[in-house]
Protein backbone atom coordinates (compact mmCIF):
# COMPACT_ATOMS: atom_id res chain seq x y z
CA UNK A 1 0.00 0.00 0.00
CA UNK A 2 0.77 3.58 -0.34
CA UNK A 3 2.68 4.83 2.73
CA UNK A 4 1.23 8.29 2.03
CA UNK A 5 -0.54 9.74 5.45
CA UNK A 6 -1.35 12.48 2.80
CA UNK A 7 -4.45 12.00 0.58
CA UNK A 8 -6.00 9.88 2.88
CA UNK A 9 -4.95 6.62 1.66
CA UNK A 10 -5.67 7.59 -2.41
CA UNK A 11 -3.57 5.44 -4.67
CA UNK A 12 -1.68 8.71 -6.10
CA UNK A 13 -2.04 10.65 -2.55
CA UNK A 14 2.61 11.00 -2.30
CA UNK A 15 2.36 14.58 -3.81
CA UNK A 16 0.05 15.73 -1.41
CA UNK A 17 -0.30 17.85 1.31
CA UNK A 18 -4.08 17.83 2.23
CA UNK A 19 -6.89 15.53 2.27
CA UNK A 20 -9.40 15.97 -0.97
CA UNK A 21 -12.48 17.46 0.13
CA UNK A 22 -15.46 15.43 0.39
CA UNK A 23 -17.22 17.32 -1.74
CA UNK A 24 -14.62 16.74 -4.61
CA UNK A 25 -14.45 13.52 -4.31
CA UNK A 26 -18.07 13.40 -4.64
CA UNK A 27 -18.13 15.73 -7.93
CA UNK A 28 -15.13 13.47 -9.33
CA UNK A 29 -16.38 9.97 -8.88
CA UNK A 30 -17.67 7.54 -11.71
CA UNK A 31 -17.85 4.77 -9.65
CA UNK A 32 -21.54 5.01 -9.09
CA UNK A 33 -21.63 4.00 -12.74
CA UNK A 34 -18.87 2.67 -13.92
CA UNK A 35 -18.99 -0.28 -11.47
CA UNK A 36 -20.82 -1.96 -14.46
CA UNK A 37 -17.04 -2.56 -16.29
CA UNK A 38 -15.81 -4.37 -13.14
CA UNK A 39 -15.82 -7.62 -15.74
CA UNK A 40 -13.99 -6.29 -18.20
CA UNK A 41 -11.49 -4.60 -15.91
CA UNK A 42 -10.79 -7.50 -14.21
CA UNK A 43 -10.08 -9.51 -17.24
CA UNK A 44 -8.15 -6.77 -18.77
CA UNK A 45 -6.16 -6.87 -15.22
CA UNK A 46 -5.69 -9.66 -15.16
CA UNK A 47 -4.07 -10.33 -18.86
CA UNK A 48 -1.82 -7.39 -18.22
CA UNK A 49 -0.51 -9.46 -15.22
CA UNK A 50 0.19 -12.51 -16.90
CA UNK A 51 2.25 -10.40 -19.51
CA UNK A 52 4.36 -8.47 -16.47
CA UNK A 53 5.01 -12.04 -15.26
CA UNK A 54 5.71 -13.26 -19.14
CA UNK A 55 8.44 -10.45 -19.29
CA UNK A 56 10.23 -10.42 -15.91
CA UNK A 57 8.36 -7.49 -14.54
CA UNK A 58 6.90 -9.21 -12.03
CA UNK A 59 7.44 -12.88 -10.92
CA UNK A 60 4.82 -15.90 -11.41
CA UNK A 61 3.88 -16.19 -7.46
CA UNK A 62 2.72 -12.70 -7.63
CA UNK A 63 1.20 -13.02 -11.40
CA UNK A 64 -0.91 -15.82 -9.34
CA UNK A 65 -1.65 -13.76 -6.71
CA UNK A 66 -2.97 -11.20 -8.48
CA UNK A 67 -5.42 -13.38 -11.22
CA UNK A 68 -6.25 -15.67 -8.12
CA UNK A 69 -7.23 -12.25 -6.13
CA UNK A 70 -9.18 -10.35 -8.71
CA UNK A 71 -10.86 -13.46 -9.65
CA UNK A 72 -12.07 -13.36 -5.86
CA UNK A 73 -13.38 -9.88 -6.06
CA UNK A 74 -14.86 -10.93 -9.14
CA UNK A 75 -17.19 -12.97 -7.16
CA UNK A 76 -17.15 -11.02 -4.30
CA UNK A 77 -18.90 -8.03 -6.70
CA UNK A 78 -21.52 -10.66 -8.68
CA UNK A 79 -22.56 -11.56 -5.13
CA UNK A 80 -23.27 -7.86 -3.83
CA UNK A 81 -20.67 -8.23 -1.39
CA UNK A 82 -18.04 -5.36 -2.35
CA UNK A 83 -17.97 -2.30 -1.07
CA UNK A 84 -17.64 0.54 -3.28
CA UNK A 85 -16.17 3.43 -2.45
CA UNK A 86 -16.94 7.22 -3.66
CA UNK A 87 -13.58 7.95 -2.04
CA UNK A 88 -11.51 5.95 -4.58
CA UNK A 89 -13.14 7.48 -7.50
CA UNK A 90 -13.82 4.59 -9.83
CA UNK A 91 -13.89 0.96 -10.94
CA UNK A 92 -10.02 0.68 -11.71
CA UNK A 93 -8.98 2.17 -8.09
CA UNK A 94 -11.56 0.27 -5.88
CA UNK A 95 -10.45 -3.15 -7.80
CA UNK A 96 -6.89 -2.07 -7.46
CA UNK A 97 -7.38 -0.90 -3.61
CA UNK A 98 -9.09 -4.17 -2.91
CA UNK A 99 -6.59 -6.37 -4.42
CA UNK A 100 -3.59 -4.49 -2.56
CA UNK A 101 -5.75 -4.73 0.84
CA UNK A 102 -6.25 -8.32 -0.04
CA UNK A 103 -3.02 -9.63 -1.33
CA UNK A 104 -0.43 -7.19 -0.13
CA UNK A 105 2.83 -6.04 -1.73
CA UNK A 106 2.35 -7.71 -5.04
CA UNK A 107 -1.16 -5.83 -5.53
CA UNK A 108 0.73 -2.89 -5.62
CA UNK A 109 3.07 -4.09 -8.66
CA UNK A 110 -0.08 -4.53 -10.45
CA UNK A 111 -0.42 -0.90 -12.15
CA UNK A 112 2.98 -1.36 -13.60
CA UNK A 113 3.06 0.07 -17.07
CA UNK A 114 -0.57 0.73 -17.05
CA UNK A 115 -2.09 4.16 -16.98
CA UNK A 116 -5.61 4.82 -16.21
CA UNK A 117 -6.02 6.24 -18.82
CA UNK A 118 -5.68 2.99 -21.32
CA UNK A 119 -6.75 0.99 -19.13
CA UNK A 120 -10.24 2.54 -18.74
CA UNK A 121 -10.18 2.66 -22.91
CA UNK A 122 -9.16 -0.79 -22.59
CA UNK A 123 -12.01 -1.23 -20.81
CA UNK A 124 -14.72 0.41 -22.70
CA UNK A 125 -13.77 -1.65 -25.61
CA UNK A 126 -14.15 -5.09 -24.03
CA UNK A 127 -17.47 -3.68 -22.73
CA UNK A 128 -18.46 -2.29 -26.38
CA UNK A 129 -17.23 -5.38 -27.82
CA UNK A 130 -19.73 -7.75 -25.77
CA UNK A 131 -22.42 -5.49 -26.65
CA UNK A 132 -22.14 -5.13 -30.09
CA UNK A 133 -22.48 -8.92 -29.90
CA UNK A 134 -25.32 -8.82 -27.69
CA UNK A 135 -26.97 -6.43 -30.01
CA UNK A 136 -26.50 -8.17 -33.21
CA UNK A 137 -28.57 -11.12 -31.18
CA UNK A 138 -31.21 -8.61 -30.64
CA UNK A 139 -31.17 -6.96 -33.84
CA UNK A 140 -31.27 -10.95 -34.92
CA UNK A 141 -34.46 -12.06 -33.31
CA UNK A 142 -36.10 -8.67 -34.04
CA UNK A 143 -35.48 -9.50 -37.88
CA UNK A 144 -36.73 -13.15 -37.48
CA UNK A 145 -39.81 -11.91 -35.83
CA UNK A 146 -40.37 -9.69 -38.68
CA UNK A 147 -39.92 -12.53 -41.34
CA UNK A 148 -42.26 -14.76 -39.28
CA UNK A 149 -44.88 -12.35 -39.40
CA UNK A 150 -44.46 -11.47 -43.10
CA UNK A 151 -44.62 -15.33 -43.83
CA UNK A 152 -47.80 -14.76 -41.86
CA UNK A 153 -49.69 -12.26 -43.88
CA UNK A 154 -47.36 -13.58 -47.02
CA UNK A 155 -50.54 -12.94 -49.55
CA UNK A 156 -52.38 -10.23 -47.55
CA UNK A 157 -52.65 -6.85 -49.71
CA UNK A 158 -52.53 -3.44 -47.80
CA UNK A 159 -52.36 0.12 -48.79
CA UNK A 160 -48.58 1.26 -49.64
CA UNK A 161 -48.51 5.61 -48.89
CA UNK A 162 -46.41 8.48 -50.17
CA UNK A 163 -47.25 11.31 -48.23
CA UNK A 164 -49.14 9.49 -45.97
CA UNK A 165 -51.65 9.13 -48.54
CA UNK A 166 -52.29 6.26 -50.32
CA UNK A 167 -50.69 5.32 -53.57
CA UNK A 168 -50.28 1.87 -54.24
CA UNK A 169 -50.87 -1.53 -53.29
CA UNK A 170 -48.51 -3.54 -51.81
CA UNK A 171 -48.23 -6.64 -49.81
CA UNK A 172 -47.93 -6.85 -45.87
CA UNK A 173 -44.92 -8.93 -46.39
CA UNK A 174 -43.14 -6.37 -48.60
CA UNK A 175 -43.89 -3.40 -45.94
CA UNK A 176 -42.18 -5.51 -43.27
CA UNK A 177 -39.47 -6.63 -45.54
CA UNK A 178 -38.57 -2.92 -45.87
CA UNK A 179 -37.82 -3.03 -41.87
CA UNK A 180 -36.15 -6.49 -42.37
CA UNK A 181 -33.53 -4.48 -44.55
CA UNK A 182 -33.07 -1.32 -42.66
CA UNK A 183 -32.23 -3.61 -39.51
CA UNK A 184 -30.26 -5.56 -41.51
CA UNK A 185 -28.39 -2.82 -42.47
CA UNK A 186 -27.96 -1.56 -38.80
CA UNK A 187 -26.53 -4.92 -38.16
CA UNK A 188 -23.77 -4.78 -40.72
CA UNK A 189 -22.58 -0.97 -39.08
CA UNK A 190 -22.61 -3.21 -35.61
CA UNK A 191 -19.78 -5.75 -37.54
CA UNK A 192 -18.22 -2.86 -39.02
CA UNK A 193 -17.81 -0.69 -36.03
CA UNK A 194 -16.93 -3.71 -34.01
CA UNK A 195 -13.25 -3.66 -35.96
CA UNK A 196 -12.65 -0.50 -34.54
CA UNK A 197 -13.42 -1.05 -31.33
CA UNK A 198 -11.71 -4.33 -31.26
CA UNK A 199 -8.40 -2.57 -31.03
CA UNK A 200 -6.00 -3.02 -27.96
CA UNK A 201 -5.27 0.52 -26.38
CA UNK A 202 -3.22 -1.15 -23.08
CA UNK A 203 0.10 -0.47 -23.59
CA UNK A 204 -0.02 3.14 -24.10
CA UNK A 205 0.12 3.93 -20.29
CA UNK A 206 -0.32 7.49 -19.46
CA UNK A 207 -0.15 8.68 -23.22
CA UNK A 208 3.41 8.17 -24.46
CA UNK A 209 3.72 4.64 -24.26
CA UNK A 210 6.39 3.30 -21.16
CA UNK A 211 10.03 2.45 -20.99
CA UNK A 212 9.96 -0.85 -19.16
CA UNK A 213 9.90 -4.02 -21.61
CA UNK A 214 6.00 -4.58 -22.35
CA UNK A 215 4.65 -7.24 -24.65
CA UNK A 216 1.25 -5.87 -26.27
CA UNK A 217 0.62 -8.16 -28.62
CA UNK A 218 0.81 -10.90 -25.53
CA UNK A 219 -2.03 -8.86 -24.09
CA UNK A 220 -3.90 -8.36 -27.31
CA UNK A 221 -3.72 -12.11 -28.06
CA UNK A 222 -4.77 -13.29 -24.60
CA UNK A 223 -8.01 -10.83 -24.79
CA UNK A 224 -8.82 -11.70 -28.21
CA UNK A 225 -7.95 -8.64 -30.12
CA UNK A 226 -6.68 -9.18 -33.48
CA UNK A 227 -4.58 -5.85 -33.59
CA UNK A 228 -2.57 -3.58 -31.24
CA UNK A 229 -3.70 0.41 -31.49
CA UNK A 230 -0.56 2.15 -33.85
CA UNK A 231 -0.27 5.37 -31.61
CA UNK A 232 -0.31 5.91 -28.19
CA UNK A 233 -1.40 9.35 -27.83
CA UNK A 234 -4.65 8.05 -29.95
CA UNK A 235 -4.94 5.32 -27.66
CA UNK A 236 -5.74 7.18 -24.48
CA UNK A 237 -7.59 10.08 -26.41
CA UNK A 238 -9.82 8.93 -28.81
CA UNK A 239 -13.35 7.92 -28.23
CA UNK A 240 -14.35 7.77 -31.96
CA UNK A 241 -15.51 4.35 -31.63
CA UNK A 242 -17.85 4.72 -28.41
CA UNK A 243 -19.60 8.04 -31.07
CA UNK A 244 -19.70 5.05 -33.66
CA UNK A 245 -21.65 2.88 -31.61
CA UNK A 246 -24.09 5.41 -30.35
CA UNK A 247 -24.66 6.52 -33.84
CA UNK A 248 -25.65 3.34 -34.45
CA UNK A 249 -27.29 2.59 -31.93
CA UNK A 250 -29.66 5.82 -32.68
CA UNK A 251 -30.28 4.60 -36.28
CA UNK A 252 -31.47 1.52 -34.55
CA UNK A 253 -34.33 3.36 -32.26
CA UNK A 254 -34.90 5.76 -34.80
CA UNK A 255 -35.86 2.56 -37.16
CA UNK A 256 -37.82 1.00 -34.06
CA UNK A 257 -39.25 4.41 -33.79
CA UNK A 258 -40.60 4.76 -37.70
CA UNK A 259 -41.88 1.17 -36.90
CA UNK A 260 -43.51 2.24 -33.51
CA UNK A 261 -45.10 5.67 -35.05
CA UNK A 262 -46.77 3.16 -38.01
CA UNK A 263 -48.12 0.63 -35.56
CA UNK A 264 -49.87 3.30 -33.51
CA UNK A 265 -51.47 4.65 -36.56
CA UNK A 266 -52.34 0.80 -37.47
CA UNK A 267 -53.90 0.36 -33.78
CA UNK A 268 -56.10 3.21 -33.93
CA UNK A 269 -59.91 3.18 -34.69
CA UNK A 270 -59.15 5.15 -38.17
CA UNK A 271 -57.23 2.78 -39.88
CA UNK A 272 -57.90 -0.27 -37.72
CA UNK A 273 -54.99 -2.54 -39.84
CA UNK A 274 -53.59 -4.28 -36.21
CA UNK A 275 -54.91 -5.25 -33.18
CA UNK A 276 -52.38 -5.28 -30.58
CA UNK A 277 -52.59 -8.39 -27.53
CA UNK A 278 -54.44 -6.94 -24.85
CA UNK A 279 -51.11 -8.08 -22.51
CA UNK A 280 -48.91 -5.67 -25.01
CA UNK A 281 -51.42 -2.16 -24.37
CA UNK A 282 -53.02 -0.93 -21.23
CA UNK A 283 -55.96 1.38 -20.28
CA UNK A 284 -56.99 4.72 -19.53
CA UNK A 285 -57.24 5.48 -15.45
CA UNK A 286 -60.46 7.71 -16.65
CA UNK A 287 -61.30 6.64 -20.22
CA UNK A 288 -62.96 3.17 -19.70
CA UNK A 289 -62.79 2.41 -23.34
CA UNK A 290 -58.96 2.84 -24.18
CA UNK A 291 -56.84 0.33 -25.26
CA UNK A 292 -53.62 2.22 -26.02
CA UNK A 293 -50.62 1.17 -28.02
CA UNK A 294 -47.94 2.25 -24.87
CA UNK A 295 -44.73 0.08 -25.89
CA UNK A 296 -44.39 1.56 -29.77
CA UNK A 297 -45.51 4.88 -27.98
CA UNK A 298 -42.77 4.71 -25.57
CA UNK A 299 -40.10 3.21 -28.02
CA UNK A 300 -40.97 6.16 -30.01
CA UNK A 301 -40.26 8.67 -27.02
CA UNK A 302 -37.35 6.95 -25.68
CA UNK A 303 -35.49 7.67 -29.70
CA UNK A 304 -34.85 11.41 -27.92
CA UNK A 305 -32.32 10.26 -25.19
CA UNK A 306 -30.86 8.11 -27.81
CA UNK A 307 -30.37 11.32 -30.21
CA UNK A 308 -29.50 13.01 -27.10
CA UNK A 309 -26.84 10.62 -26.00
CA UNK A 310 -25.37 10.73 -29.76
CA UNK A 311 -24.96 14.51 -29.50
CA UNK A 312 -23.64 14.54 -25.59
CA UNK A 313 -20.40 12.80 -26.99
CA UNK A 314 -20.25 14.80 -30.26
CA UNK A 315 -20.40 18.12 -28.22
CA UNK A 316 -17.99 16.43 -25.36
CA UNK A 317 -15.26 15.52 -27.97
CA UNK A 318 -15.23 18.70 -30.12
CA UNK A 319 -12.92 20.98 -28.28
CA UNK A 320 -10.47 17.90 -26.70
CA UNK A 321 -6.68 18.82 -26.85
CA UNK A 322 -4.60 15.53 -26.91
CA UNK A 323 -4.52 13.19 -24.82
CA UNK A 324 -6.76 12.03 -21.88
CA UNK A 325 -8.54 14.82 -20.45
CA UNK A 326 -11.21 14.14 -17.06
CA UNK A 327 -13.87 15.47 -19.43
CA UNK A 328 -13.93 11.69 -20.95
CA UNK A 329 -15.17 10.69 -18.09
CA UNK A 330 -18.24 12.04 -19.07
CA UNK A 331 -18.20 9.22 -22.10
CA UNK A 332 -19.94 6.54 -19.65
CA UNK A 333 -23.70 7.76 -18.72
CA UNK A 334 -24.86 8.51 -22.33
CA UNK A 335 -23.20 5.02 -23.58
CA UNK A 336 -24.87 3.10 -21.10
CA UNK A 337 -28.31 4.81 -21.05
CA UNK A 338 -28.20 4.10 -24.80
CA UNK A 339 -27.24 0.75 -24.30
CA UNK A 340 -30.04 0.15 -21.48
CA UNK A 341 -32.49 2.30 -23.97
CA UNK A 342 -31.91 0.49 -27.16
CA UNK A 343 -31.64 -3.04 -26.00
CA UNK A 344 -35.20 -3.34 -24.10
CA UNK A 345 -36.48 -1.69 -27.00
CA UNK A 346 -35.32 -4.13 -29.40
CA UNK A 347 -36.62 -7.26 -27.26
CA UNK A 348 -40.05 -5.44 -26.61
CA UNK A 349 -40.35 -4.86 -30.24
CA UNK A 350 -39.32 -8.41 -31.14
CA UNK A 351 -41.90 -9.62 -28.55
CA UNK A 352 -44.66 -6.92 -29.36
CA UNK A 353 -45.10 -7.92 -33.64
CA UNK A 354 -45.43 -11.62 -32.26
CA UNK A 355 -48.67 -10.55 -30.86
CA UNK A 356 -49.75 -8.74 -33.86
CA UNK A 357 -53.05 -9.62 -35.86
CA UNK A 358 -53.12 -7.65 -39.17
CA UNK A 359 -56.92 -7.22 -39.70
CA UNK A 360 -57.59 -8.79 -42.75
CA UNK A 361 -61.37 -7.71 -43.63
CA UNK A 362 -60.30 -3.93 -42.84
CA UNK A 363 -57.39 -4.01 -45.31
CA UNK A 364 -58.86 -5.71 -47.88
CA UNK A 365 -61.27 -3.01 -47.76
CA UNK A 366 -58.51 0.00 -47.42
CA UNK A 367 -56.91 -1.65 -50.57
CA UNK A 368 -60.34 -0.58 -52.98
CA UNK A 369 -60.83 2.98 -52.66
CA UNK A 370 -58.26 5.84 -53.76
CA UNK A 371 -57.64 4.98 -57.10
CA UNK A 372 -54.47 3.29 -56.10
CA UNK A 373 -54.39 1.31 -59.58
CA UNK A 374 -54.03 4.62 -61.43
CA UNK A 375 -50.17 4.43 -62.40
CA UNK A 376 -51.16 0.81 -63.71
CA UNK A 377 -53.70 2.08 -66.01
CA UNK A 378 -51.12 4.30 -66.94
CA UNK A 379 -48.51 1.93 -67.18
CA UNK A 380 -51.40 -0.16 -69.45
CA UNK A 381 -51.41 2.34 -71.57
CA UNK A 382 -47.91 2.61 -72.11
CA UNK A 383 -47.94 -0.79 -73.23
CA UNK A 384 -50.00 0.39 -76.01
CA UNK A 385 -47.32 2.20 -76.91
CA UNK A 386 -48.46 5.74 -75.45
CA UNK A 387 -46.10 7.67 -74.10
CA UNK A 388 -46.15 8.28 -70.55
CA UNK A 389 -46.57 11.53 -69.73
CA UNK A 390 -49.97 11.18 -72.22
CA UNK A 391 -50.48 8.23 -70.32
CA UNK A 392 -50.61 10.29 -67.04
CA UNK A 393 -52.64 12.98 -67.96
CA UNK A 394 -55.62 10.72 -69.75
CA UNK A 395 -55.88 8.83 -66.27
CA UNK A 396 -55.69 12.22 -64.40
CA UNK A 397 -58.83 12.83 -66.49
CA UNK A 398 -60.18 9.23 -65.77
CA UNK A 399 -59.73 10.15 -62.06
CA UNK A 400 -60.81 13.46 -61.76
CA UNK A 401 -64.08 11.76 -64.01
CA UNK A 402 -64.42 8.81 -61.16
CA UNK A 403 -64.15 11.48 -58.61
CA UNK A 404 -67.05 13.47 -59.88
CA UNK A 405 -69.43 10.28 -60.11
CA UNK A 406 -68.37 8.63 -57.15
CA UNK A 407 -66.43 5.67 -58.58
CA UNK A 408 -63.16 4.14 -58.60
CA UNK A 409 -61.34 2.74 -61.58
CA UNK A 410 -62.49 -0.93 -61.60
CA UNK A 411 -65.64 0.21 -61.22
CA UNK A 412 -66.15 1.84 -64.01
CA UNK A 413 -67.39 0.26 -67.27
CA UNK A 414 -65.44 -0.10 -70.67
CA UNK A 415 -67.09 2.68 -72.16
CA UNK A 416 -66.66 4.91 -69.06
CA UNK A 417 -62.96 3.92 -69.66
CA UNK A 418 -62.62 4.08 -73.99
CA UNK A 419 -63.62 7.94 -72.98
CA UNK A 420 -60.34 8.51 -72.34
CA UNK A 421 -58.70 6.49 -74.79
CA UNK A 422 -59.50 4.13 -77.48
CA UNK A 423 -56.44 2.51 -77.08
CA UNK A 424 -58.01 0.92 -73.59
CA UNK A 425 -59.71 -2.92 -74.27
CA UNK A 426 -61.32 -5.38 -71.91
CA UNK A 427 -58.00 -6.78 -70.72
CA UNK A 428 -57.75 -3.63 -68.49
CA UNK A 429 -59.78 -5.02 -65.35
CA UNK A 430 -57.13 -7.24 -64.75
CA UNK A 431 -54.94 -4.19 -63.60
CA UNK A 432 -56.94 -2.53 -62.20
CA UNK A 433 -57.70 -4.81 -59.51
CA UNK A 434 -55.10 -4.56 -55.82
CA UNK A 435 -54.06 -8.22 -56.94
CA UNK A 436 -53.76 -7.65 -60.44
CA UNK A 437 -51.55 -4.38 -59.42
CA UNK A 438 -49.44 -6.19 -56.93
CA UNK A 439 -48.40 -8.86 -59.16
CA UNK A 440 -47.93 -6.96 -62.49
CA UNK A 441 -44.68 -5.23 -60.26
CA UNK A 442 -42.69 -8.15 -61.49
CA UNK A 443 -39.54 -5.61 -61.27
CA UNK A 444 -36.35 -6.65 -59.30
CA UNK A 445 -37.19 -5.66 -55.71
CA UNK A 446 -41.22 -4.93 -56.46
CA UNK A 447 -43.95 -6.00 -54.31
CA UNK A 448 -45.59 -9.05 -56.78
CA UNK A 449 -45.87 -12.18 -55.15
CA UNK A 450 -43.31 -14.58 -56.74
CA UNK A 451 -40.76 -11.03 -55.81
CA UNK A 452 -42.15 -11.14 -52.41
CA UNK A 453 -42.21 -15.12 -52.08
CA UNK A 454 -38.45 -15.50 -53.22
CA UNK A 455 -37.43 -12.30 -50.44
CA UNK A 456 -39.20 -14.02 -47.83
CA UNK A 457 -37.16 -17.46 -49.11
CA UNK A 458 -34.17 -15.45 -48.79
CA UNK A 459 -34.66 -13.91 -45.57
CA UNK A 460 -35.38 -16.98 -44.08
CA UNK A 461 -32.26 -18.86 -45.03
CA UNK A 462 -29.95 -16.09 -44.21
CA UNK A 463 -32.04 -16.14 -40.25
CA UNK A 464 -31.98 -19.88 -40.03
CA UNK A 465 -36.11 -20.40 -39.78
N1 LIG B 1 -12.66 7.42 -14.29
C1 LIG B 1 -11.80 7.84 -15.32
C2 LIG B 1 -12.54 7.92 -16.67
O1 LIG B 1 -13.58 7.40 -16.75
C3 LIG B 1 -10.66 6.90 -15.46
C4 LIG B 1 -9.45 7.50 -16.03
C5 LIG B 1 -8.95 8.51 -15.09
N2 LIG B 1 -7.64 8.99 -15.46
C6 LIG B 1 -7.10 10.01 -14.86
N3 LIG B 1 -5.92 10.39 -15.28
N4 LIG B 1 -7.69 10.68 -13.91
O2 LIG B 1 -12.08 8.47 -17.61
Known amino acids: ?195 RINVLPLGAAALAGTGLPIDRHYVAEQLGFPVVSANSMDSVADRDFVIEFLSTAAMIQLHLSRLSEELVLWASEEFSFIRLADSFCTGSSIMPQKKNPDIPELIRGKTGRVTGNLMALLTLMKGLPMTYNRDLQEDKEPLFDTIDTVGPSLGIMTELLAHLEFQQERLAQATVGGYMTATDLADYLVRQNIPFRQAHAIVGRTVAYGLAQGRELHEMSLDDLRQFSDKISDDVFAVLSASGSVNSRVSAGGTAGKTVAAALELAERELNL
Open 1 to 195: MSKSTNGAGKLWGGRFQERTAASVEAFTASIQYDSRLYKYDIAGSQAHARMLARQGLITEAECEAITSGLTEIEGEIERGDFVFKTELEDIHMNIEKALADKIGAAGERLHTARSRNDQVALDIRLYLRAETGHFQNLLLELRRSLVRLARKYQHTIMPGYTHMQRAQPVLVAHHLLAYYEMFGRDRARLADGLK
